[in-house]
């Protein structure tokens, strides 16, 4: 019953799988615009989200400098409300992450 040592691992060579094609197993490295892409199509939410946060921002605090106050506030609330949505679709999109790789 005693074996050796398993072999090194060669990542050029992954292990062989049952019902799995060696041919399509290929790592890449995903770029920046890949991943930004994959995970804006995975969760499309969270960047609406922080569009509108730092619209929200940037235009409250334009408001604030020309001295319009009454309007910068409602900017204000309006960031506020809108960062709380970013963080809500971000823990949806966590749970749903995390729901889909337990299938």
Do not use: H, W
């Not at 041919?23 to 995903?30: G, H, K, L, Q």
């Amino acid at each position: 019953m005693a074996q050796g040592p398993p072999p090194p691992f060669d990542p050029s060579r992954p292990p062989l799988i049952e019902g799995f094609k060696p041919t399509a197993f290929r790592f890449r490295e995903e770029s920046f615009k890949d991943r930004f892409v994959r995970k804006t199509r995975e969760n499309p939410l969270v960047p609406i989200g922080c569009l509108c946060t730092a619209g929200a921002l940037t235009y409250g605090l334009i408001c604030f400098s020309r001295g319009n106050s009454r309007q910068s506030q409602r900017m204000m609330r309006a960031r506020v409300l809108s960062q709380g949505f970013t963080v809500a679709a971000l823990l949806v999109g966590v749970v749903v992450t995390a729901l889909k790789s337990r299938k």
